[in-house]
């Protein structure tokens, strides 16, 4: 095996280095914080001028998942905002496979620049992980599709300027069947956003849809084929998109606040963050090994389901046991004084929960890796 | 240079001749013959004509000249079928002896991985039992020794052929000073991590098939999600094992000055990797046999059952460097550097 990032990834990653020094500042990180969106748009700015996000966008330009595991695994350990980004980044890839002429020389620009983010209608109230048995319907009216229904955990919709919309077009077909995919931009009239709270500080929406009127340029990919165009999203996303080193930072942070408050020379202490740094590496190695794959013309969906189990599992180990080790002082929030590791302690703490939720839960994952991996019966 | 998480091409094929002569020549049946002492004189004779004893040693010694990648792939095998033989310890000891005899695998080698006592005693010296060289540090030195075996050790949970060995009887040869050793530690370290991976996929695949015909209630135990769950984490654990353990083969192969930038999480120095790669593969390989076993049902503590013999080896081979403990703390000293005072 070989380990090294060839001369030009090298020279990418440096690049990006260099921009996340000058554009992720600690001002940056923590206006993630006070609005609770969790995006840059001076950092997303910069890297569409400079042509790294058409660069790294799988299908256009050079594409090599490997270059979009260094940019994401940058961003994601120096605790950037890029949460939108790469969701408007998968997206543009599945515009780039499944869309017409007309779809990418419309959408694909506006996403490539830095300009424009896109938040995710998947979810519904009362459909997460049964995704397939959303209700939300489109119907066809002469011309154009009317819209009607609503959607959960819409992130970014405040700020977005595309919405993805999954919805069902015909209740006779079997559920993953009768699926179409919408794209269609926020300001179309009858949406209506509303802004949900959550633990982790950030502001997801739940989002409504009323007599939304849109044509066939909306529909992306084929009528009643949105289980496929959803399937699309998820081969892009990979799991090289971030994800999987949110513990690099923390333990960063919370070292700081242990050695210069002479509680680092515990053993126990030491131990449990030496233990922490393996599984930090480890997740980085399964990150990078779906990206390799994916580089190799494979799909790694069940590898990137592994990924996302272990390295979950291994960020919230961690806030859990950076927390209990700071007692108090890992309670305490930003911009509080004595506050661990200037407040990242407490704000993991609350963070982690989230992550073996969205983008797939651990048991969805763990469903998958005995049934594909392991070969045993189909549980449910 | 670019990544590459592959196999090589000659890799796959020593994968293919190792897993194939041990699934011929070493069925579970032969760890069994060979408990309590855990060595069989006539498997090693038979690795021996494999070429396996001396394939970590130059060419112009007589050896293979394999790089470490090579060895990994060989010691995963080695730890899948729990073969009763002192391989990992014996190409380990390798890395800096070029003895004729032990390139050939006339005479068997063993690493004392902790320091002799005050009296120059090397206690619980894996492999001690049956090597006739022993390599280790007594004071600031790095001896070698070489002396009779005395085939016979005390009985222990891993049924490995451990015994206490004298620093300072025998014909004694200082090879350099206490630092010397280090290389050889870290290579035990990366092939005992490696070694413990297949003592995980094997458990994994014992496991697998064992709920999958198992019946309960109607149904296979496998059809059940309790039981799914707590196997679907093993595949994880072992590949993430298996990643870190060639990327620690690789670091010590081709990479000079690497780095310990854990704030970044940019690791390539291979010692530290090496012991990373032994904690993971220890924590993954005592897991992996702990559910197995725990999914054989009462069967899995029967005696007749093989799982119980890679559950005891799991532990066995882990435990022998010292406790995980006094093993993550020598890592954080990498880490971190040492704590004053």
């Known amino acids: 095996m070989d380990f090294a990032l060839s001369s030009d990834v090298v020279e990418f990653r440096d690049e990006i280095r260099s921009i996340i020094r000058e554009f992720v500042t600690p001002e940056i990180a923590d206006r993630m914080h006070t609005t609770g969106v969790f995006d840059a748009p001076e950092l997303n700015l910069e890297l569409g001028r400079r042509g790294i996000l058409e660069r790294a966008c799988p299908g256009l330009a050079k594409g090599d998942p490997i270059e979009m595991y260094v940019m994401f695994n940058e961003l994601e350990k120096a605790g950037a905002p890029y949460d939108g980004l790469a969701v408007a980044l998968m997206i543009a890839a599945v515009v780039n496979k499944l869309g017409t002429d007309e779809q990418k020389e419309r959408i694909i620009p506006s996403i490539i620049s830095g300009e424009a983010l896109v938040c995710m209608g998947y979810s519904e109230a009362d459909f997460g992980s049964d995704l397939a048995s959303i209700k939300t319907r489109a119907i066809k009216d002469g011309d154009e599709w009317v819209i009607n229904g609503s959607k959960m955990w819409t992130t970014l919709a405040q700020v977005a300027e595309w919405l993805i919309l999954l919805t069902r077009t015909d209740l006779d077909l079997p559920k993953h069947k009768g699926l179409t995919m919408f794209m269609l931009p926020m300001n179309t009239p009858g949406i209506t956003v509303e802004p949900v709270h959550t633990l982790g500080t950030e502001i997801t929406n739940a989002t409504w849809y009323d007599d939304v009127r849109v044509g066939d340029e909306a529909v992306l990919g084929d009528e009643n084929g949105g289980w496929r165009t959803m399937t699309t999203v998820l081969a892009f996303e990979r799991g090289v998109m971030g994800g999987t080193n949110a513990g690099v930072p923390l333990l960063r942070h919370f070292h700081e606040w242990a050695v210069a408050n002479g509680v680092f020379n515990e053993p126990t202490t030491r131990e449990r963050m030496a233990r922490s740094i393996i599984d930090m590496q480890v997740a980085t190695l399964l990150t990078m090994r779906s990206a390799w794959i994916a580089a190799s013309g494979g799909m790694p969906g069940l590898e990137g389901s592994m990924t996302k189990v272990f390295a979950v599992e291994a960020y919230q180990r961690a806030s859990g046991w950076t927390q209990a080790t700071a007692g108090p002082a890992g309670l305490l929030q930003f911009h509080e004084e004595g506050a661990a590791g200037e407040g990242f302690v407490e704000y993991d703490a609350r963070h982690s929960p989230v992550m073996s939720i969205y983008g797939g839960t651990t048991e969805i994952n763990r469903n998958n890796i005995a049934e594909r991996h392991l070969g045993l019966p189909k549980s449910r | ?341």
């Not at chain 2, 990327?247 to 000079?256: G, I």
């Open chain 2, 1 to 341: 240079m670019s990544v590459d998480l592959g196999l090589s091409p000659d890799q796959e094929s020593i994968a293919e001749l190792f897993n194939g002569f041990f699934s011929n020549e070493a069925p579970p049946a032969v760890a069994r013959a060979a408990e309590p002492l855990g060595f069989d004189r006539e498997l090693w004779n038979k690795v021996i004509e494999l070429g396996a004893p001396g394939m970590g040693c130059a060419v112009e010694n007589g050896g293979g000249g394999a790089s470490l990648g090579d060895l990994v792939v060989v010691a995963e095998t080695v730890g899948r079928s729990i073969a009763p033989i002192p391989l990992i310890d014996h190409l380990a000891a390798l890395s800096v002896l070029t003895d004729a005899d032990l390139v050939a695998g006339e005479a068997i080698a063993a690493v004392a991985v902790r320091p002799a006592d005050a009296n120059g005693i090397w206690s619980l010296v894996p492999a001690g039992a049956v090597a006739d060289v022993v390599i280790g540090v007594d004071g600031d030195e790095t001896i070698v020794i070489r002396s009779a075996p005395p085939m016979s050790g005390p009985r222990n949970h891993g049924s490995m052929p451990l015994a206490d060995r004298s620093a300072r009887e025998g014909t004694r040869t200082i090879l350099g000073p206490a630092s010397l050793f280090e290389v050889v530690l870290d290579r035990w370290k990366l092939l005992t991590a490696a070694a413990l991976v297949g003592i995980a996929e094997t458990a994994k695949e014992l496991g697998v098939a064992y709920v999958k015909e198992r019946e309960q209630f109607g149904v296979p135990v496998g059809s059940f999600q309790a039981v799914q769950h707590g196997l679907a984490d093993l595949p994880v654990a072992i590949d993430g094992g298996r990643l870190l353990t060639h990327k620690a083969a690789w670091a010590l192969d081709n990479v000079t000055d690497g780095l310990i930038d854990w704030a970044n999480n940019e690791i390539t120095d291979g010692p530290t990797l090496a012991t990373m790669a032994f904690l993971f593969a220890a924590d993954g390989a005592i897991m992996a046999t702990d559910r197995s076993l725990h999914y054989h049902g009462g069967y899995g503590f029967a005696e007749e059952y093989d799982i119980q013999m890679y559950y005891r080896r799991a532990r066995g081979w882990s435990l022998i460097l010292g406790d995980s403990t006094s093993v993550g703390l020598s890592l954080a000293d990498r880490l971190f550097g040492t704590v004053e005072g």
